[in-house]
């Protein structure tokens, strides 16, 4: 039996979680964004300010997109869980990846590896396995789970919820395409709508798991 994972203190779970179900994550995700939209704007602005420098010619920019950009990209998926929870946001959170270092490197380096080699078997597996894995960068950032056993652990609590995590990214398609027709400007709402409801969805299923075991 997969181990259930631990929740954050509950005195700091202002907003009760949803059922995983993808429209009910949809909903509180946006719910969730509004009410933080001044702080998450911000956080999203500095990242990918910082972001951009990926760009930057030759290798320089494969090496700093990976000592920088990767443990940015789980600072930012700890901001949209605190913010699925209703916890306050500081701008520091975007940079709470570089506190776990090497377990941020080697998380994201092997998941990158599973993927793309299951992409690489007629993109199928590669689906499926980004499904299975969705939930590594919270294990490792909320839980602090080192990256073998966030790996597991994500395997393991996916069970039962990889179809509704496909639905998620799925409909996330008509949202950022959605965005892209609102004169561009709209994909930034809805590229930010789409991340929180990824973390909200991690959250729905950690308490559906906590109630199970309760």
């Known amino acids: 039996m997969a181990e259930t994972p631990q929740t954050a203190a509950p005195d700091q779970q202002a907003v009760p979680a949803p059922q995983p179900e993808v429209i009910a994550c949809y909903g509180l995700a946006w719910k969730q964004l509004w009410k933080n939209f001044p702080m998450l704007l911000l956080i999203v602005v500095i990242y990918s300010a910082m972001a951009s420098l990926n ?37 520091g959170d975007l940079f709470a990846g570089f506190k776990n270092y090497g377990n941020v490197l080697l998380a994201m380096l092997l998941t990158s590896l599973i993927i793309c080699g299951g992409l690489l078997l007629l993109i199928v597996p590669g689906v499926i396995f980004a499904c ?83």
């Open 132 to 214: 299975k894995l969705a939930f590594v960068p919270f294990l490792v950032m909320d839980q602090k789970k080192d990256a073998i056993e966030a790996i597991k652990q994500s395997w393991n609590m996916t069970g039962g919820y990889s179809m509704k995590i496909f639905l998620l990214y799925l409909l996330g398609v008509p949202i950022a395409i959605a965005g892209l027709i609102a004169l561009c400007v709209g994909i930034i709402p809805a590229s930010m709508w789409i991340s929180l409801a990824v973390a909200v969805m991690y959250y729905a299923v950690v308490s559906a798991g906590n109630k199970t075991a309760a």
């Open 55 to 91: 760009a930057l010619p030759f290798c320089i920019g494969f090496v700093y997109s990976v000592l920088v950009g990767w443990p940015m990209v789980y600072g930012l998926m700890q901001v949209n869980l605190k913010a699925a929870r209703g916890e306050n946001l500081e701008v």
